[in-house]
Each structure stands twice: as structure tokens, then as C-alpha cells.
């Protein structure tokens, strides 16, 4: 069955610590997101891919980078996490271009103190 | 800029009674598609309404919503609420030739007895 897996599911940070989310998707599609999701914001797109190799910039990239070394799978790292980083992460996939939906992974509750 | 407006933020309803979700756009693109996703709690977002028709009428799972491009609204409607409706929607918005959606920022549905 096609998915979208989040790893790990709860993680607890130390402020300045480096924190990377991990995201697996079996459903050969060529995007994949990253988005943070907040009570009053909503889901908000940090960073996503076209494919293996490439990241770009969504909405709210500052303080965190990307990396997609295959068309699996697709991370997100936080070199120096701060409490405000503190959130439930979502890991998306989708084929296409527009008109297309996302099929979402499990969500990672991170927590930095 | 492209963006997608969901008015409120909560809204709580008793079971059997109508309910409606408001949500409009603002875009310069003509061709859009439209997607109403629900994530009930701790559990990840999924696509409930797709449409990118004007005036046509989408359903599913008793929830219905119409894209009217001339009002720049795609209201999520059901006639009769039930308990099991309780969740997170967001309201989302895609573009030709792009690969990201623009959500909304949600409105969480209580439905009670």
C-alpha cells in the first residue's frame, strides 16, 4: 500500500542541538514537502523537492534546511534548533504539477527546551 | 499574492443541524483546483473535496462544496452534522504549473450531542 512514513514520531531537543526528521514515501511521486503545523496558522510550507537532488524554499525556510537524496525519501534538518521550532511536522508527496493533492505522512511532534 | 481566507477559526454545531465552513481565494490565475482536506485528531491531513469545475457541485461523505470562481469561494457544506464530523479542515488552493498548495488556516469543527 502506497504511503507516506514520518520517523521519529515524538522527539525532544535541547536548544542548539541539531534535529533531523526523516520522511519515506512509496508512492513514486516526484514532490515531496515539509510543513509545520500550528494552532492560528494552519499547515505552512518550509521547504519541498521536484526530485532527488533538488529542495526549495516554501514559506518559512529560515532555520531549516532540506535534503533529498532520493526519490524516497526527502529530510528535514534543523542545524541549531531553538523553542520557537518547537511544532508537529508533516511530510507530503504529489505527482504533477497543479490540481494534483498531497498525501501526508503521520506528523513528528517535536519539542525543543 | 495568491492566498486562501478561512473566516473562522472554530466552529462548534449540534448534531443533526446543519453546518457550513467558509472559504474564499484570491488569485489571477483562471484555471485553479480546489481541495477541502480534514484531519481528525492526531491523525494526518486527507483530502475530502477536490474540484476545479465552476459552478459544479462536488460530495463526499455527505460533505458538499461548489468552486464559484465569481464570488472566489468553495464553501464546505453538510445538511446534517454528525459527531463523528469533529475535526481540522483546511481549505486549499492549486495553481497550474505549480506544485504547492496554498491552505487556509483552518477551521476546527465541534459537532454536539
Known amino acids: 500500500e502506497a504511503a507516506v512514513t514520518q520517523s521519529p514520531r515524538n522527539k525532544v531537543a535541547v536548544t542548539g542541538g541539531k534535529v533531523t526528521l526523516s520522511c519515506n514515501q512509496t508512492n513514486n511521486h516526484n514532490n515531496m514537502y515539509w510543513y509545520r503545523q500550528d494552532t492560528g496558522h494552519g499547515l505552512r510550507l518550509i521547504h519541498y523537492?521536484?526530485?532527488?537532488?533538488?529542495?526549495e524554499k516554501g514559506d518559512i525556510p529560515d532555520g531549516y534546511k532540506a535534503s533529498r537524496p532520493s526519490q524516497e525519501n526527502f529530510s528535514l534538518i534543523l542545524e541549531l534548533a531553538t523553542p520557537s521550532q518547537t511544532s508537529v511536522y508533516f511530510c507530503a508527496s504529489g505527482e504533477g504539477l497543479g490540481g494534483h493533492e498531497q498525501y501526508f505522512g503521520p506528523g513528528t511532534r517535536l519539542t525543543v527546551l | 499574492g495568491d492566498s486562501v481566507t478561512q473566516t473562522e477559526g472554530l466552529v462548534t454545531v449540534t448534531e443533526g443541524l446543519p453546518v457550513k465552513l467558509n472559504c474564499t481565494y484570491q488569485t489571477t490565475y483562471l484555471t485553479i483546483a480546489f481541495f477541502w482536506y480534514v484531519q481528525y485528531l492526531n491523525e494526518a491531513p486527507q483530502v475530502l473535496l477536490r474540484?476545479?469545475?465552476?459552478?459544479k457541485r462536488t460530495e463526499h461523505q455527505g460533505f458538499h462544496a461548489t468552486l464559484h470562481k465569481s464570488s472566489s469561494s468553495f464553501h464546505l457544506q453538510k445538511s446534517s452534522a454528525q459527531l463523528s464530523d469533529s475535526a481540522l479542515y483546511y481549505c486549499?488552493?492549486?495553481?497550474?504549473?505549480?506544485?504547492?498548495?496554498?491552505f487556509g488556516s483552518g477551521t476546527k469543527l465541534t459537532v454536539e450531542p
Open positions: 486549499a488552493l492549486s495553481m497550474p504549473n505549480y506544485n504547492v498548495l496554498y
Open positions: 523537492s521536484y526530485g532527488a537532488g533538488s529542495t
Open positions: 474540484s476545479s469545475t465552476d459552478n
